[in-house]
């Protein structure tokens, strides 16, 4: 049976190029009715982040994606955090050190300093240089028993190590490029990677879906693996995705990436999911639109790209707005009441009608906000001067603008009814004015729709204001007309 895992370390906010590592892991692991494992890397005291796991979790499920086995929920190859089984790697590590496949290492912070400076020096690798490597066993441990130690890989010289990795294909590297690795740690933790092997061995895992930037880790896993005797699970190394203006690695400093502070922003988890799911990969249909479950039936690990993909934030807005309209309209306010308890506060059917106005442009569930909140309030955001400016368009004088609005005013005043059907044929009226004026249209609704909206750009005019109301917005208008007045006389 296929299984999969995902194992996030602590160590802060979880990265967005998470959430497609773990996505495809997930996708893999369900094609094949196998299993998909969540394990919590925390053996980085160092780097460890109180809070972080539940957060980690939670972000994980806010996406949608649930794991079969796993730190909360448990599973027969528990527990599932790492600073719990301690005494597992312990045991691992001294059978490394029997077989003569590990050794303890006594060398001091400052020794270390000393070989590392002077292998710089010399322009080489930094390694350690062995120092401890030949300390008989016996010896050894009876210094263990006094002295802090760690416990090193033994490295082999000069030995070509190879594997086929499932996107990469074939990978050599050769030994004389890897450090004695330190296995356990002088506090007694152990390091990543004899924790990773001890634990996707024990845990049955049989196939690694991992971003790339863990490659250089493989050759030291295949002598772990290879001194345990245990057969290594498959690996595939995701290429990691770029930033589209820098062309480097998404990172925190170009703006946020924390997978968390999408669903913030209100991005749909199911159009993130189809987003992240092509940022690698792609369908042989070419159908770029798909659901959660219909790219689980079509994934593939083999058809994985190799090339880094670029996160382009246009396209995901594009799909996150795809996404909003395919929802109804009575889905699409269920989902801005949950996004934004505050909206709870308002008028229901009026929201109703302003969440089924803006659906055709929304991105995000976050930008319904700004877009809005013209409609429930009265005083915009703007100063005066920014206010009469964009009141009067290039080119007309702004006594023709005061003219102008006055007669809208009248003409709105003086309608019967206020319903849509009205409004449209104002609408149409006020479009023949703009012949009559000799004016471009834009520059007949534009005014109108600054003094009624506060923005030059809005969700259409005579929609918005059948939902405004009659009062509001000829008091908006007449609003407007003071403000020019008032700045112009
Ligand atoms: N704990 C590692 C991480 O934070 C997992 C690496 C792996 O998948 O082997 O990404």
Redesign the pocket.
């Known amino acids: 049976m296929i299984r999969t895992?995902?194992?996030?370390?602590p160590?802060g906010e979880y990265h967005i190029g998470?959430i497609r590592?773990l996505l495809f892991n997930y996708a893999y692991a369900k094609k094949f009715e196998g299993k998909f494992i969540i394990r919590i890397?925390d053996t980085d005291r160092k780097r460890y982040v109180e809070g972080a796991v539940p957060r980690i979790l939670d972000t994980i499920k806010s996406f949608g994606l649930e794991w079969d086995e796993g730190p909360d929920i448990g599973g027969p190859y528990g527990p599932y955090t790492q600073s719990q089984r301690l005494e597992i790697y312990k045991k691992y590590a001294l059978e490394l050190v029997e077989k003569g496949c590990a050794y303890y290492c006594f060398c001091s912070r400052e020794h270390l300093d000393k070989v590392r400076k002077e292998s710089l020096a010399k322009r080489e690798i930094p390694k350690y240089n062995r120092y401890c490597r030949e300390l008989s066993l016996d010896e050894a441990k009876k210094r263990a028993e006094n002295e802090p130690f760690v416990i090193r890989l033994k490295v082999p010289d000069n030995e070509v190590l190879e594997y086929e990795d499932l996107v990469l294909g074939k990978i050599a590297i050769n030994s004389d490029n890897l450090d004695d690795q330190v296995l356990i740690k002088t506090d007694g933790f152990p390091t990543?990677h004899l924790a990773?092997v001890v634990d996707?061995h024990l845990m049955r895992i049989t196939d690694?879906i991992?971003?790339s930037e863990?490659i250089s880790?493989t050759p030291k896993h295949i002598l772990l693996y290879r001194y345990f005797g245990w057969q290594m699970p498959k690996t595939a190394h995701i290429p990691v995705f770029l930033d589209p203006l820098s062309k480097g690695k998404m990172s925190k400093r170009k703006g946020s990436v924390s997978a968390q502070s999408f669903l913030d922003r209100g991005y749909l988890p199911e159009a993130m999911l189809n987003f992240l799911a092509l940022l690698g990969w792609s369908p042989t249909d070419g159908k770029e639109l798909f659901s959660l479950e219909n790219f689980v039936k079509n994934f593939d690990i083999k058809s994985v790209n190799k090339a880094n993909p670029i996160f382009d934030i246009n396209k995901l807005n594009y799909f996150n707005g795809y996404y909003i309209r395919a929802l109804s309209d009575k889905e699409l306010l269920a989902k801005m009441l949950n996004f934004n308890p505050e909206l709870k506060k308002a008028d229901r059917e009026k929201l109703a009608k302003i969440v089924a106005l803006e659906k055709e442009r929304l991105k995000t569930l976050g930008e319904f906000e700004s877009l809005t909140k013209f409609f429930f309030n009265d005083r915009f955001n703007i100063s005066d001067r920014d206010f009469v400016e964009l009141l009067v368009p290039k080119g007309i004088g702004p006594k023709d603008i005061i003219s102008h609005l006055r007669n809208t005013s009248n003409l709105l005043e003086n309608a019967e009814l206020w319903n849509l059907s009205t409004l449209k044929k104002l609408e149409a009226k006020l479009k023949d004015k703009a012949g009559e004026l000799g004016w471009e249209v834009i520059n007949v609704f534009s005014p109108i729709r600054v003094a009624v909206t506060g923005s030059a750009i809005s969700p259409p005019l005579f929609e918005s204001m059948e939902i405004l109301g009659k009062e509001k917005t000829v008091g908006r208008i007449r609003n407007g007309i003071k403000i020019l007045e008032k700045h112009i006389f």
């Open positions: 895992r995902m194992a996030p370390s160590t998470h590592t890397e990543y990773v996707d690694i991992r971003g863990w880790s």
